[in-house]
């Protein structure tokens, strides 16, 4: 089966840190770029960050910048997110996906998406 499966979320005081998971499976996840993308209560999703298929770029939201990590491990399948300096805004459902790019997009693939995992932040 085709499918992403998110971890790691839970309650964290601001300042924390906290490190996402995604674990890949049914499809050759290096040949995807990989993204996570949020939606905090009664908000639309934000793109958070984007990594590149083979794990060496990386894009981030200004609010991530400086704060949180995006990497990947290709040998394991997995997606990952290190977050630190937590704040009561980064409170939302985390969701991992795959981002595929034109040529994929043109072939017919469309974006794998996970269920989520949720991060609150607070005291």
């Known amino acids: 089966e085709v499918q992403l499966v998110e971890s790691g979320g839970g309650l964290v005081r601001p300042g924390g840190s906290l490190t996402l998971s995604c674990v890949a499976s049914?499809?050759?996840?290096?040949?995807?770029?990989m993204k996570w993308v949020r939606q905090g209560p009664g908000k639309g999703p934000e793109w958070v960050s984007r990594i590149n298929s083979g794990g060496g770029t990386s894009l981030y939201q200004d609010s991530a910048k400086g704060r949180f990590t995006i990497t990947r491990d290709n040998a394991k399948n997995t997606l990952y997110l290190q977050m630190n300096s937590l704040k009561p805004e980064d409170t939302a459902v985390y969701y991992c996906a795959t981002d595929p790019i034109v040529p994929q997009i043109r072939s017919g693939k469309v974006e794998l998406w996970g269920q989520g995992t949720l991060v609150t932040v607070s005291s």
């Open positions: 049914g499809f050759t996840f290096g040949s995807y770029d």
